[in-house]
């Protein structure tokens, strides 16, 4: 077990600090895999390219992601280890904003895995989570790998997937499903398949999504629909790129 670390709020690389502690913990608790915590590495590496902040053409991407959330007839926001560890009570929150649910759905499935994050959600605040009933299946995707529940990612129209790897993400895609990816990486192929990539770490992108979806929980189904309509996924890409290259 590692002591419980107080990282001082003035450090310049806080955020940072925060994030690999609390995958730390996520793998204690046997929330997180291994696999979880390397893939953390690649996603720091390009928040340090990007600057560890929020670029204003990802900030476009989370305000159309809040949009097509609320435009949603079934939104479902998917929850793997990385997710559940770096933030469960925010995923909660924009569950909470966007009236979506919250389905547990892992690359590596172990039922004790899917019941220790169902769990640490729950203590969050969740009251539905799915996940565990894994009544259907994703086509094109292997037994384990495909498993989803008939009621939450198998139904859904619009699916957000954080974090996801990309056969799983364009297999989500051919079912017809709406993919908002959330990923610090712009070349990886999830973020590239998706109707809204989202290039930012999940930390900021999350609270900010729930921001923008409380700020337009009056708007009508028009402006969302502009909102949607006018987001343009090359330039998001295209951008963030722009920016790794120009550091
Ligand atoms: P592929 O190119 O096939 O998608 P990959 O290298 O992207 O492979 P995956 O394990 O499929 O590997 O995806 C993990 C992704 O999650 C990586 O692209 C990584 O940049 C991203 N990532 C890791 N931590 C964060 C984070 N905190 N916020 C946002 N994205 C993250
Ligand atoms: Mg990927």
Request: glycine share 8%.
């Amino acid at each position: 077990m590692t002591d419980e670390v107080e990282i001082p709020e003035d450090h310049p690389r806080y955020q940072s600090l925060l994030t690999r502690h609390r995958i730390e913990e996520g793998v204690e608790k046997g929330i997180t895999s291994k696999q979880g915590l390397i893939a953390e590495g690649r996603g720091e590496s390009f928040d340090y390219l990007l600057g560890e902040e929020t670029l204003p053409s990802a900030d476009a991407a989370e305000r159309a992601a809040a949009a097509q959330l609320l435009l949603a007839e079934h939104a479902v926001l998917s929850v793997n280890g990385n997710v559940a560890a770096l933030v469960p009570g925010e995923t909660v929150a924009l569950a909470e904003a966007t009236g979506a649910d919250i389905e547990v759905n892992l690359f590596g499935r172990t039922e004790e895995r899917m019941r220790a994050i169902a769990d640490h959600l729950r203590e969050h605040g969740a009251t539905n989570v799915k996940g565990l009933a894994a009544d259907a299946r994703i086509p094109g995707l292997e037994h384990e790998r495909g498993k989803v529940d008939e009621d939450g990612i198998y139904d859904a129209d619009v699916v957000l997937v954080p974090l996801e790897d990309g056969d799983r993400a364009e297999a989500l895609g051919e079912m017809g499903k709406t993919e908002i990816v959330i990923d610090l990486n712009p070349l990886s192929r999830s973020p590239r398949t998706a109707a809204i990539p989202i290039i930012d770490n999940i930390i900021r992108a999350v609270p900010n999504v729930t921001e923008h979806a409380r700020d337009l929980a009056d708007a009508s189904r028009d402006e969302l629909e502009a909102i949607v309509a006018d987001f343009d996924r090359e330039a998001v890409l295209d951008d963030a790129e722009r920016a790794i290259r120009d550091v």
